[in-house]
C-alpha cells in the first residue's frame, strides 16, 4: 500500500468531457504537488499547495484547476484539454513545502482524443 | 533556468554488469535527489546527497555528490533484473523550497537477465 493514491490510474477523454484525478495520502503532510510526466521531457511542475493553500502555479493553461479541499486530498479538474495534454499525472507530497523529500503516487495516465 | 543533464539517456545491460549514470548541471544545487520509477508506477525516492563529495551507499547502489555540487553520478554494481526503471535525478536550489526542484529527463535502464 503506498501512501499516495491516486484515481483513476487510467482515464480517456474528449476534448470536450469534464473529468477529475483525485490524489489521497496517508502520510501526515502539509504539502501536495501535481505534477506532468511527458515523453522525453523532464517532471513538470504544475501546481504547490502547502497547508491547503495554493503556492505555486506553474504557468498552467487554465483547463487544469486543482482544488485542495483539505492538508490529505488534492482534485485536478480538467476541462476542454487538448491532446498534447495526454500525458501521466503525478500527485506527490511532502512534510512541508520549504523542506523534505517527495512522495508519488502511482500516477494517472490521461488520453486526450 | 537551471537544467540537469542527465546521461545516458538509455542503458541496456546484462544481469551482473557494473554502470555508472550521470547527472550534471552548470548551476549549484543545495541537495540532490535521485529517484527510480518502476513501469507503471510513479518515482520513489532513493538517496538524498547534501554535501559537496558526499558518497552515500544503498546496498549495491551507490550515490556521490560532486565537491562543486554541479554533478552527481550513480553507480549500480552486479546490476540485476530489479534494478530495471528510469533513474531520475533532482537538484534543489539554494533555500531550499521543495517545489523548486529540478528534474533531469532521466536514465532508461533495462537490466536482462
Known amino acids: 500500500e503506498t501512501g499516495v493514491t491516486q484515481t483513476p490510474r487510467h482515464l480517456v477523454m474528449g476534448m470536450t468531457n469534464k473529468k477529475s484525478l483525485k490524489c489521497e495520502q496517508h502520510?501526515?503532510?502539509?504539502?501536495m504537488y501535481w505534477y506532468k510526466q511527458s515523453a522525453k521531457k523532464p517532471l513538470e511542475l504544475m501546481f504547490v499547495?502547502?497547508?491547503?493553500?495554493?503556492?505555486e502555479n506553474n504557468s498552467v493553461p487554465s483547463r487544469f484547476s486543482p482544488e485542495c479541499p483539505n492538508s490529505s486530498h488534492l482534485f485536478l479538474h480538467l476541462h476542454t484539454l487538448q491532446p498534447e495534454d495526454s500525458a501521466l499525472y503525478l500527485c506527490?507530497?511532502?512534510?512541508?513545502?520549504?523542506?523534505?523529500?517527495?512522495?508519488f503516487g502511482e500516477g494517472s495516465r490521461l488520453t486526450v482524443l | 533556468t537551471q537544467l540537469l543533464e542527465q546521461s545516458p539517456q538509455f542503458l541496456s545491460i546484462q544481469e551482473g554488469e557494473n554502470l555508472t549514470v550521470y547527472c550534471n548541471s552548470s548551476?549549484?544545487?543545495?541537495?540532490l535527489q535521485w529517484y527510480r520509477q518502476e513501469p507503471g508506477e510513479g518515482p520513489v525516492l532513493l538517496v538524498t546527497?547534501?554535501?559537496?563529495?558526499e558518497v552515500k551507499k544503498l546496498k549495491r547502489l551507490t550515490f556521490q555528490f560532486g565537491d562543486a555540487r554541479k554533478d552527481s553520478s550513480l553507480h549500480i554494481t552486479a546490476a540485476q533484473p530489479g534494478d530495471t526503471g528510469l533513474y531520475l535525478c533532482?537538484?534543489?536550489?539554494?533555500?531550499?523550497?521543495?517545489?523548486?526542484?529540478?528534474f533531469g529527463k532521466g536514465t532508461l535502464l533495462t537490466v536482462n537477465p
Open positions: 499547495y502547502n497547508f491547503k493553500e495554493q503556492t
Open positions: 546527497v547534501v554535501t559537496g563529495g
Open positions: 506527490a507530497s511532502s512534510q512541508d513545502a520549504d523542506t523534505g523529500e517527495l512522495f
Open positions: 502520510l501526515g503532510h502539509n504539502a
Open positions: 548551476s549549484v544545487f543545495s541537495s
Open positions: 533532482a537538484g534543489a536550489v539554494s533555500g531550499g523550497s521543495n517545489y523548486k526542484l529540478t
